[in-house]
């Protein structure tokens, strides 16, 4: 799945990757039920952290039922597609949210030394227990919003898997800055978080200039707008849309990335300047 | 051989200048990293973005002009200035707290010729101007072009501005007290969740209180949170002196709980750590 | 004659680093027009390794030792140079490398900290893609001759350090590499942990013939193990030749300690120069071409009441020093 070109890009190597993939989160969660305590404080108190955030919309539709055609109901939707994707980066690729800390301390030697792909390496070998509280809210909302097919629930897990792998890519391209200017894990971390902050509000509302920093920059518009759309009503299209910008945008990482690598310092010299 | 020497307590003037050197010297530590420095206050003006547009198509379907005493414009003003002070809180203290714990800095931390909880308290507010600075600066700019200029009061700049202190005293105090409970627990971070969610439902950093329902608005203002950075928000951008006595009120309540809670916490913390050696 | 498995030739490496100036406004103006710094941190290298060599790195803090070996292993890109390593170029087949090559950061360790060293072994298998019966075969030698067999099942955070980094050396070693890249592997450790690594590894190296390439501050694990030694200071190579050389030219002292029962005034020895005296502590500076540790301890034991004897040998940067001294 993560592989490079020009590589052995073969079907057996992805399959590897996968296996790997899974083998290394259940390691790490096994290791977090080695604190049988916390782990649960985690897990437990997301749900009530996505709960809390719903809340805040539940008190706004009780005032406004409908803001411009939009319910309370799609907004439920909305969060069920964001807490699912946004946990399923944080369980099996946790680690790409550290890439800019692991660039700057040195850290990727680590993974360097082994015979598999960096990049791979770095993300998956972390895991956010506290996400499995996401993706179990996530899955309640997408029930308690209604209307539940099939063909929705079959949409919805397709999308969500989708729009995981863009915000991997997303994180990997800001993340990856770090590489080049030497200091950027907290405005990384900003930007992934004012990528989210859109997912919160009604879709319908955006429009002009703002709308344009969806389609580009912070690429809300297919990671948050399309995915509502083909889950309340089927459209190829759009699924089609999503899935030629997810593409691009992993192609986009990766080279991103590699062109980074060959800046990495490996925490030499960089802490002089610290 | 004890190497702290205590200043006598005459000598207020010292003592002042200690303190607002460690204000000083976080305030610069803060701002050496731009493009992290500068993230935070993007974030914010990136956000009442949003909240015009979301706004305004809210009123405009409503068919309202005013909801709760407020106007479009007032409403993203005072969401700036909740969210420029919100943000400029971060990182949290407790976090700080937390990690002084597990290290074991604090058992040195608490021994220094200088009050633990002042420590923290100036070199917060060091931090946290920094912050604010540039958080307002953006976050003027990009409402005033957003939503355009609105009328503003001596007398609710000036009160406003003094819940807005005080709001800033009464969530270092609740952060502070979060991050104490380290001593106790080993993850504080569901704690702080549950802190930094209640903010945003009941704080008015995304719904501001004058569009909640009645009934709830009522509780809402009751409660710590909505006392922070929401109360002299409102009041800047609309003021009105009842609602001004209310919330003084309030927001003083909760002030006292909260002092005499930190200081009972901490002085049972204190001995914690020496029973454990630090 | 036989081929080179490591071949480094006019190795350079050269880091930029941003000027920064301090406050508010300096941050702004370095954003715009940053001021570069460059250091070079290796400098002309060139060296090369036969199979089945254990070859000591040795050098100073910041002379360039591991940005060599970073290098060597694909971690780093050369700024310009040549390097093979097992007929590899590192920066290019990196993944390739690795499946040879194995190494072991003392500072960074590699087991998972929370559980036990099995669950680390198996996940390594899978990623090195070992055969399953013959990495348990492999497995039983290493956990025999590292004697860690009562170790495996117990969470890493709960070793000693030298149970630790048995266990980390032995996850290095499941895949079998050809070439050994140890990088302070006795760092704080205590004297009998030290000599079981130093002995496993000679062991290693001569009935695996394994190549090992061992970078370290204690002139104790050169002395003990290597047959080589390359020198480096300030990202050049200063020395490259037979440990024995370098014992016999430049480690010619021994730094021992006594503290004595009766006043030290009376101390008399040849071949050893007082370098430092106290009421009742005595600093000797041996040097042990012209007179023995032995010969020393027999002399203040039969005249002096010892209370304690310490032996040091001297720092890396007086024997760099000594290797200046000559050269010029």
């Not at chain 1, 429009?207 to 459209?235: E, R, S, Y």
């Not at chain 2, 001004?244 to 809670?261: D, E, G, N, S, T």
């Not at chain 3, 013959?134 to 955070?157: A, G, N, T």
């Amino acid at each position: 799945m993560f592989l490079v070109k020009g590589s052995n890009m073969s079907l057996l190597t992805g399959v590897k990757y996968l296996s790997l993939t899974w083998e290394m989160t259940k390691l790490s969660i096994l290791s977090a039920m080695e604190y049988r305590m916390s782990f649960l404080t985690q897990v437990i108190g997301m749900v009530i952290n996505d709960i809390g955030l719903i809340l805040v919309f539940f008190i706004l539709f009780q005032k406004f039922p409908s803001i411009n055609g939009w319910h309370f109901r799609d907004t439920m939707l909305l969060f069920a597609i964001q807490t699912v994707n946004f946990s399923l980066v944080m369980i099996f690729a946790r680690g790409v949210h550290r890439l800019g800390r692991s660039i700057t301390r040195g850290e990727l030697d680590y993974y360097l030394a082994f015979p598999k792909n960096v990049l791979w390496h770095a993300c998956v070998s972390r895991t956010d227990i506290s996400a499995i509280g996401d993706f179990a809210f996530g899955i309640v909302v997408f029930f308690l919003a209604g209307n539940v097919s099939l063909e929705k629930m079959a949409t919805f897990a397709l999308v969500s898997f989708l729009t995981a792998w863009m915000l991997f890519n997303f994180s990997v391209v800001v993340q990856s800055v770090t590489f080049f200017v030497g200091n950027f894990e907290e405005a990384a971390e900003q930007m992934f978080h004012a990528l989210l902050g859109f997912s919160f509000y009604p879709q319908n509302v955006f429009h002009g200039l703002l709308k344009l920093i969806m389609l580009t920059v912070l690429p809300a518009f297919f990671i948050t707008t399309l995915p509502n759309q083909v889950v309340q009503k089927f459209d190829l299209q759009i699924l089609l849309l999503m899935f030629i910008f997810c593409i691009f945008s992993f192609l986009l990482a990766i080279f991103i990335f590699k062109k980074g690598l060959r800046h990495y310092e490996s925490g030499n010299l960089i802490n002089v300047n610290m | 051989m004890s190497m702290v020497v205590t200043s006598p307590d005459f000598r207020w003037g010292l003592k002042f200048f200690k303190y607002l050197e460690i204000a000083k010297v976080n305030y610069f530590t803060n701002t050496t990293y731009l493009a992290n420095f500068l993230s935070k206050s993007i974030m914010v003006v990136l956000r009442i973005w949003i909240f015009t547009q979301l706004y305004r198509v809210t009123y405009a379907t409503a068919n309202e002009n005013e909801i709760g005493g407020l106007t479009v414009p007032m409403v993203i003003w005072g969401l700036m200035i909740a969210q420029s002070l919100n943000t400029a809180t971060r990182p949290q203290l407790s976090k700080l707290i937390d990690e002084e714990v597990k290290s074991g800095v604090i058992a040195y931390s608490i021994n220094r010729p200088y009050s633990y909880i002042l420590f923290h308290y100036f070199g917060s507010m060091g931090r946290f101007v920094s912050n604010l600075i540039s958080n307002l600066t953006l976050g003027f700019l990009a409402a005033f072009i957003l939503v355009g200029p609105i009328s503003l009061s001596w007398n609710g700049l000036l009160l406003g501005s003094l819940l807005l202190f005080f709001g800033y005293t009464l969530d270092f105090l609740i952060d502070l007290m979060i991050g104490l409970i380290s001593f106790w627990v080993e993850d504080i971070s569901a704690f702080n969740w549950i802190y930094s969610k209640s903010q945003l439902i009941f704080g008015g950093l995304i719904l501001p209180l004058s569009l909640f329902p009645d009934y709830l608005r009522n509780i809402a203002e009751l409660l710590p949170f909505s006392q922070l950075f929401y109360s002299g928000s409102r009041l800047i951008v609309n003021f009105d002196f009842q609602l001004f006595q209310k919330y003084l009120l309030i927001q003083m309540a909760w002030l006292v709980f909260f002092w005499l809670l930190v200081g009972y916490v901490f002085s049972k913390g204190i001995k914690h750590v020496s029973v454990n050696g630090g | 004659m036989e081929e080179n498995i490591i071949e480094v030739k006019n190795l350079k490496k050269t880091f930029k680093i941003k000027q920064k100036n301090p406050g508010f406004f300096g941050g702004i103006s370095s954003v715009f027009s940053p001021v570069y710094k460059t250091v070079n941190a290796v400098e002309n290298v060139s060296f090369s390794v036969k199979p089945g060599e254990l070859l000591a790195f040795i050098g100073p803090n910041g002379a360039g030792k591991s940005t060599t070996i970073k290098m060597m292993t694909g971690i780093l890109y050369p700024t310009s140079g040549f390097i093979q390593v097992l007929g590899f170029n590192p920066s290019r087949n990196r993944q390739q490398l690795a499946y040879h090559i194995g190494s072991v950061f003392g500072q960074k360790p590699q087991l998972w900290f929370h559980l036990p060293p099995m669950n680390t072994y198996n996940l390594f298998s899978r990623i090195y893609e070992l055969d399953q019966k013959k990495f348990q075969e492999r497995l039983k030698f290493l956990v025999d001759i590292f004697e860690i067999s009562d170790l495996l099942k117990i969470p890493v955070r709960k070793l000693s350090l030298g149970q630790r980094m048995r266990c980390e050396i032995v996850a290095s070693l499941l895949h079998q590499p050809k070439i050994i890249f140890l990088d302070e592997p006795t760092i704080g450790l205590d004297v009998i942990a030290k000599r079981h690594i130093r002995e496993v590894i000679k062991y290693l190296n001569e009935e695996e013939k394994v190549t090992i390439f061992l970078t370290s501050h204690d002139a104790g694990d050169i002395e003990t193990l290597a047959q080589r030694t390359i020198v480096i200071n300030q990202g050049t190579m200063v020395f490259n030749d037979t440990t024995e050389k370098l014992k016999k030219n430049y480690i010619k002292t021994k730094i021992v300690e006594l503290v004595l029962e009766g006043k030290t005034d009376d101390f008399h020895f040849a071949g050893g120069k007082i370098v430092e005296k106290t009421k009742y502590d005595l600093k000797i500076e041996l040097n042990t071409e012209k007179a023995s540790i032995e010969k020393l301890l027999n002399y203040a034991v039969e005249n002096f009441d010892i209370q304690d004897i310490n032996i040091f040998d001297p720092e890396m940067e007086e024997i760099i020093a000594a290797i200046y001294q000559e050269q010029k």
